[in-house]
């Protein structure tokens, strides 16, 4: 085998295993994941297919080596592109935390941070994309700014409370980082926000006075989307969970606190929950206002060695969830070292071939000379 054959052979085969681990895998792990079975429609309307993910925590210009930053969020991005394209859903809600230093950068860097987010997670036209507000886009209750919020809600709409409704589906979008209670005035505006859409339920049920109230396309019990999730002592009240180690949690830092999560309760009367915040996967059948919850770990390798997200089908009176695990950061590791060695090795083997042809014909040079110089 010539040298030049080897070399090109040698190209081709790292070739081949950098697109296995960095393209092809995604869709072989998630191929193993599919919808959920399918609730009946109600009054004609078909359910919601819709993505649900958390914490992507975008690294900034502070934290984080440049090579984690290429690596995590080229992990991030594939993953994504590859779900949405395997499983095309309706619309897609991220839990807060889209970046991870949001509270920290300045205005230029924050917009080249956005700039990043729309590239890496791009959606195609007729997929809805909803970022929900965490403490890492806009700080902690009380460190956030006024500045921090508008420039987060100028680009995503979101940093208060908020309804959505696809197909009489009806999504409130909450700021966990304004309900505090304390009045301040993002609380307050969430607060007069929430009630608002009480009214908006009420009238959909033909309770109260709703000659200015908006109309609803139809009347179902709210799904909460928010960062934060609703108050609970630890993860022991999780049915599923897959946190290393169960700690008490800290209300307004790990957890609502029982006063706001009694609040969305009485207000909104919803019957179930999406969360994040806490980097690790929970499923509760009864949270403290009797719902059913889910909180979702982070979808970044850097927080989460084996990231998963979730696929919802959710009627007006029903919903079916499945729950979705990515290729694993030690699975691509694994692959690549023993793929590394093992096209190592051939090489060597084809090397030691290439020279041994080589000084055999080197030989049969020296023993042709021999003869003729006799």
Partial sequence: MKLKTLLLRLLLSVLSLVVFNEFVVYYIVLLKC?????????????????????????????????????????????????????????????LGDVFDEGNWVNQKEFDNYVDRFRKLFHTPRGVALHSIVGNHDIGFHYATRPNLVQRFGDQFNNTGVSLISLRGVNFVAINSIAMEGDGC????????????????????????????????????????MQHFPMYRESDKECREHDSPQVDLYRERWEVLSKESTDLIGDLLNPRLAFSGHSHHYCHVVKNRIQIEEYTLPSFSWRNKQNPSFLLARISLKE????????????????????????????????????????????????KDYKKLTK
């Fill in 319 to 366: 919903h079916t969830i499945s729950r979705c695990r990515m290729p694993e950061e030690n699975t691509i590791v694994t692959i690549y070292l023993v793929g590394g060695i093992l096209i190592l090795l051939v090489c060597t083997l084809k090397v030691s071939g290439l020279i041994g042809q080589l000084w055999s014909f080197f030989c049969r040079g020296r």
């Fill in 185 to 224: 005035y993002l609380c307050e505006k969430a607060e007069k926000e929430l009630r608002t859409i009480e009214s908006i339920f009420k009238c959909g049920r033909g309770i109260g006075q709703c000659k200015d109230v908006p109309k609803l396309e139809e009347y179902s019990r709210p799904i909460v």
């Fill in 34 to 94: 599919q919808w959920p079975s399918k609730p009946a429609p109600v009054n004609g309307l078909e359910p919601v297919n819709v993505m649900l993910l958390a914490d992507t925590h975008l690294l900034g210009p502070v934290r984080g080596h440049w090579f984690d930053k290429l690596r995590r969020e080229w992990q991030m991005h594939r993953a994504f592109q590859s779900a949405v394209t395997l499983f095309q859903p309706e619309a897609v809600f991220i």
